[in-house]
Each structure stands twice: as C-alpha cells, then as structure tokens.
C-alpha cells in the first residue's frame, strides 16, 4: 500500500487490492509500482539510501543500524540519506500479522529487495 492508511500507493503492487483499487492495481489503469530507492540511488545530492525490512529481529536491527548510518551521514553533511522500510498492515491487507509476514517476504521483497543502494565511502 505505501503510506496511506489503505489506498493505492505508488508502490502498491500489480494486482494488490486497496480501498481505491478494489479490483486490484493493474500497470494499464496505475503503470508499475515505483521503486523509490532504486529511483533516488541516481541522484547527486544522495549519498546514502538503503531499504530495509521488519520481518524478523535480524532485520530489525539491520534496520536500526540503517537509520543510525543515515543520520551519521546527515550529521557529518555529506548529503541526503534515504531509508525505506518494507512493512505490513495486517488490518487494511485483511490478514494475520504472521500470514502479513510471509505475504511480505514472498511479494514484496521480490519486487522491492533489501540493501544498500548508495553509501558513502567513509560509512561502509
């Protein structure tokens, strides 16, 4: 969904379903889902951009190491820093949180992988 409390996102999944997309996104009607890391990885002014997912406790502190690397990053001037997370929403996706877990981990982290897509050489 993204971040919007249960409607299409622009990162909304081919064929997920939304409170605006009941039928499910489709590329005709919505175009493919944005890959916003890979996106911003290609800008200048970007110097650390990472995506990251809360999944399991090892991810989580990966998680927490991203963000703690992003603002060494904003703290030493060096440039934009970009975090994103792949989470769930049990509730608007109409599933258990475990069941969310394993949707996430088989959908959405094959469309949207985790890593680093640009550090700074003096962060790594």
Request: charged share 20%; proline share 6%.
């Amino acid at each position: 969904y993204g971040m919007t409390g249960g409607q299409m996102a622009p990162t909304t999944l081919i064929g997920q379903k939304t409170t605006t997309s009941p039928e499910g996104r489709t590329k005709e009607q919505a175009g493919l889902p944005l890959r916003v890391s890979e996106m911003l990885a290609t800008i200048d002014g970007a110097v650390f951009v990472e995506r990251v997912m809360l999944n399991n406790p090892a991810n989580i502190r990966k998680a927490k190491k991203a963000i703690h690397k992003a603002l060494d990053v904003q703290d030493a001037g060096l440039g934009f820093s970009f975090v994103e997370f792949l989470s769930v929403c049990p509730t608007n996706w109409g599933y258990t949180p475990y069941d969310a877990i394993k949707w996430m981990e088989k959908n959405m982290a094959e469309y949207y992988p985790i890593g680093n897509f640009k550090c700074p050489e003096e962060m790594k």
